[in-house]
């Protein structure tokens, strides 16, 4: 009774975890619900939804496929009904379910508590993606049809596996992975074929699992686009021609040096670890288990965020099932042969596991796991407040927008207001995005042209944790006496063109250097850590690096474990030429973890500008080491290397 319920408890405490990992608030302006939500709404009115890009009115007859439509119409449906509080629940609630699935799936080929210590790392890749997206269902359908086909092996005579047809037909129309579902059939009936090659003669499990495959690959072809949306999922990401980061490769996050990034931690040593599980179950033959798992690492080296997850939901299955028999034969030996070590140990394995999921449940509350999150039900603070500013003061485009907001102004704006681009890339043309939206940010005569062309009145732009690029224009365009900042809050600003039309607008609520102080006191002293971030953004970006560096230097006061802000100041010290105080500020950068290739850069050049050549060429060596193409660094070291030769 005792073991059932420690067994009991212990089951509550991991899908706790995963749950206080899941239970966060939704960022409206840095998300793509808000197009998902307008598709549902607008799929049954214009049949364009499902083909062209008409959202925009830079490309509006630009083809592409919608392959998640009908998640559009779940999401739609939500919205109306149980608002995004609920959908936060609903979202939850699939992702428990999966986790629970997936538990059971392991189960039935390993020892309960050995899943449960691999639970561990396992939900820690699983939390990469906990947002309420297509791939949710996708996870979803990938876990029951691991759970059918390994089901089917203890009940050949069953015919529950022919389930599988319409959930591969709800699988085609929400996302893009539903090709897994005929590669995992595929997988399991090659695996059949080779234990049985001695037998396939009229074999019963083959040939059901044949005419399965068959029947998954036909329903397939029931989506709006035919064809085209089966063949769509080979073609989608030859159509993208921008860097999107939740398609980087696994050697561009390692790039980036994140040291929030926990997924991309342990992912080589699981990896690793699942290798190792293999040769130690290599009697078991478990050919299905090993081609998904090569399948799922191979995905995630090659597109991380959206394959890691995969790389999660095969590697607890497979690697339980692997070391299982190891496991169980060491816990019988040791309460055979010591009796009362093994009960002791057993004990201590509880009681180190409930404290260790006990104490992440604190630390996933706390957002210290998914430091991108808010935990909570609902949106976020602020996350409607740009377009309700937009729409309280009758504010008008055309709208000059980035690539990371549109989907938010689909949302709230449309069909009033177009966009200029949103965050489908294979809904825009490759020249779209090489020869206008990119240059835009990096050169002011394509901005000019752009700007005679399409006649902007609004600039709206996401700001918050963005690339130089758009940085340097909204510090252009900041310091523009044709253009006026009148909304600023942590995610967004806009900016009116100073026209006669927008003067009393401008006047009301235009925030300049003069003024900036008092217009955004309500984000310097908030209490909110990232809304002072956003305070100290704004400073800087309007010219007023002294307000900006004060509010940095308040955070860091209260936060000293907060290495990127250290990172900052030291880059303000840089561009003030102080660069002692520079090599301080960056090493507490560094020191508190943030050992990125950007850290390691600045220290490089604070170190050249202080004379102290040596220490400069070794830490731009280490921002090499971690991102080889960062070009200042590779410059400023290539300089070095030619004038000091002896230091070679």
Known sequence: ????????????????????????????????????????????????????????????????????????????????????????????????????????????????????????????????????????????????????????????????????????????????????????????????????????????????????????????????????????????????????????????????????????????????????????????????????????????????????????????????????????????????????VGKAAGTILIVVLIITFSYFISLGIQEKILKKHVFGIGLTTYSDSSAMFFKKEGLSGPIFNDFDIGSYLIYYLFPQEKVFVDNRPEAYSASFFKDVYEPIFEKEEKWQEMLEKYNFNIIFLHYYDEGPNVWQFLFRRMNDPQWSLVYADPYAVILLKNSQANLILIEKFGITKENAEKKLEYLAESQNTDYQIAAADLFNLLGRMDLSEAVFIKVVAEHPENGKIWMIIGEMQLAKNNPISAISYLNKAINFGQKTSEAYSFLGLAYFNSGQIAKARDALQKSLEINPDRQDAKNLFDTIEKNFPELK
Not at 10 to 19: D, E, H, P, Y
Not at 24 to 51: Q, S
Request: net charge positive; aromatic share 18%; glycine share 6%.
């Open 1 to 340: 009774m005792k073991l059932k319920l420690s067994k009991i408890l212990v089951f509550i405490l991991i899908l706790s975890f995963f749950g206080s990992l899941l239970i966060h608030k939704i960022a409206l302006p840095t998300d793509d619900l808000g197009r998902h939500i307008k598709n549902g709404e607008m799929v049954f009115k214009y049949a364009n939804v499902f083909r062209t890009n008409f959202y925009s009115y830079t490309e509006p007859n630009s083809q592409f496929i919608n392959h998640h439509w009908f998640f559009g119409v779940i999401s739609y449906f939500l919205s109306e009904t149980v608002g995004f509080g609920g959908m936060v629940i609903f979202g939850t609630i699939i992702l428990l379910f999966t986790f629970l699935m997936l538990f059971f799936v392991s189960k039935k080929k390993a020892d309960f508590w050995l899943i449960s210590i691999l639970s561990l790392p396992t939900i820690l890749l699983l939390g990469e993606r906990t947002d309420f997206r297509p791939e949710i269902f996708s996870y979803l359908f990938f876990v029951i049809f691991l759970y059918f086909l390994i089901d089917s092996e203890g009940h050949p005579n069953q015919n529950k596996i022919f389930w599988l047809i319409p959930i591969q037909l709800l699988w085609v129309n929400l996302h893009i992975f539903f090709f897994l579902g005929v590669i995992l059939v595929l997988g399991f009936l090659l695996e059949k074929i080779i234990l049985n090659r001695k037998n396939l003669k009229g074999n019963p499990q083959i040939k059901k699992l044949f005419f399965l495959l068959l029947f998954l690959i036909f329903v397939c072809f029931f989506n709006p686009n035919g064809i085209r949306g089966v063949l769509y999922p080979i073609s989608i990401f030859n159509r993208q021609s921008i860097q999107v980061m939740e398609n980087s490769s696994f050697s561009d996050i390692l790039k980036t040096g994140n040291p929030l990034n926990i997924s991309a931690k342990i992912f080589i040593p699981m990896v690793f670890l699942s290798a190792l599980s293999f040769v130690i179950g290599i009697r078991k033959k478990l050919i299905f288990y090993g081609l998904a798992s090569i399948g799922a690492a191979a995905a995630s080296f090659i597109i991380f965020s959206r394959g890691v997850a995969l790389f999660g939901l095969i590697f607890l299955p497979a690697v339980s099932s692997n070391l299982n028999g190891v496991f169980v034969s060491l816990k019988d030996r040791l309460c055979k042969k010591w009796p009362r």
